[in-house]
Each structure stands twice: as structure tokens, then as C-alpha cells.
């Protein structure tokens, strides 16, 4: 791409926008990051292009893009979109403790946000993915109750049904160990008592035997 190797840093960030509007990502991405190198990138490009490696699938670099945003546009009207893009790129990262974090964090200071939903559902997919079911549910069930029209509700329902499912079968299990227990308690206990029987029928046998 020879447009690539000649331009400069205004020329790149005008051929990135051009690309970006033209959802042509990767070379948005190309562009971007020239400008990037040479210290033109605003934050409107970094959210650009932080957008482009979104819709590109390339978790790894938008998430590190996210933490250098973070890190230097603080004050960025894009900033919120970031801090929750990063959350949810590190859920999908399996970095679940940090995404939980930074979505926290997203929902504390934007709570009228259009993605506020989605904020709790990855913090509940979050939660999920490490077996905290508990705190799971309550989240999925603030997305479906408080958020009805939202496009995770039919998962959020399915996995509180997983839960819920969940914790019925770890109940049964545990009054079958019970049962379980209690019968092998009944057993020992009737085994005990023939032992008894048996060698007071023995004892009793002997002291005939000598009385005769």
C-alpha cells in the first residue's frame, strides 16, 4: 500500500477517517496506526481506531488500545465507550476479575448510558465464567427485569435458568448424600445389633452347655 509509505501524519489520518467511513477496517487500522507512530493520533482517531480492531475480531490489539486510551484521554467525551469496550474485551480474554472492574466502573459513572445493559450482562457473563453464580443471577436479573427490550435478555434468562437448574441438582444431590448417609448409619447400626444378638446366643449357649 503505497499511500501507507508516503503519508504523513495529517495525510494518514485523513486517509484512516476516509477508510473508516467507508468500513474499510483494516485499512482504517493501517492508517491509524501510522499516524499513531508519529504522534498525530487524537482521540476521536484512537476511538476510530479502536473501532476498526473491534469490528476486525482483533481482541488482543483493541484491548491494548483501550488501556492506552484510558491512560491518556481521561477527559475524552469517547472515554466512557472505551472503559467499557475494555471491560468487555478483557471478559472475552477470560480476564474476568479485571473486566468486572472496569465495567463496574463504566456503570458507576454512566448509569443513564445506552450501554449500561450491556455492562451488567457481561459483568454477569463475567461472574459466570468463574463460577460466581450468585452474584451472576442477581445481574442477569437486572437485565431482564430492568431492561426488557435489550438484546442479552434471552440469554440472561437461559443462563438463570442454568443456574437455577444449578442449584436444584447440587440440592438433591446433597439430600441423596444424606439419605445416603443416614441408611448407611441404619445399617452399621442393624449390623451392630445382630453382632449383639448373635454373641449374647453364643454366651448364653456356653453357659447351658455348663450347666448341664
Known amino acids: 500500500m503505497f ?33 499513531q507512530s508519529l504522534k498525530m493520533l487524537s482521540d476521536e482517531a484512537f476511538y476510530m481506531l ?6 476486525l475480531g482483533d481482541v488482543q490489539a483493541a484491548q491494548d488500545d483501550c488501556e492506552r486510551f484510558i491512560d491518556s484521554f481521561s477527559s475524552s467525551a469517547y472515554f466512557p465507550y472505551v472503559l467499557y469496550q475494555n471491560g468487555k474485551l478483557l471478559h472475552q480474554q477470560g480476564r474476568n476479575e479485571r473486566a468486572v472492574m ?4 463504566f456503570c458507576r459513572k454512566n448509569p443513564g448510558s445506552f450501554l449500561y445493559a450491556n455492562a451488567l450482562y457481561f459483568m454477569a457473563e463475567s461472574f459466570f465464567d468463574e463460577y460466581n453464580f450468585d452474584s451472576a443471577k442477581s445481574l442477569y436479573t437486572k437485565v431482564v427485569c430492568d431492561f426488557p427490550s435489550n438484546a442479552n435478555v434471552p440469554d440472561a434468562k437461559y443462563k438463570i435458568q442454568l443456574i437455577e437448574n444449578r442449584a436444584r441438582e447440587e440440592k438433591l444431590l446433597y439430600l441423596l448424600k444424606v439419605v445416603g448417609e443416614e441408611s448407611l448409619s441404619a445399617r452399621e447400626e442393624y449390623d451392630r445389633q445382630i453382632t449383639i444378638l448373635k454373641l449374647r446366643d453364643e454366651a448364653e449357649n456356653k453357659r447351658q452347655g455348663r450347666g448341664k
Open 50 to 55: 479502536i473501532r476498526s480492531e473491534v469490528q
Open 102 to 105: 472496569y465495567l463496574w466502573e
Open 3 to 35: 499511500a501507507l509509505f508516503f503519508a504523513g501524519a495529517e495525510d494518514a489520518l485523513s486517509l484512516g477517517c476516509g477508510a473508516y467511513g467507508r468500513c474499510e477496517w483494516e485499512s482504517a487500522v493501517l492508517f491509524f496506526k501510522k499516524a
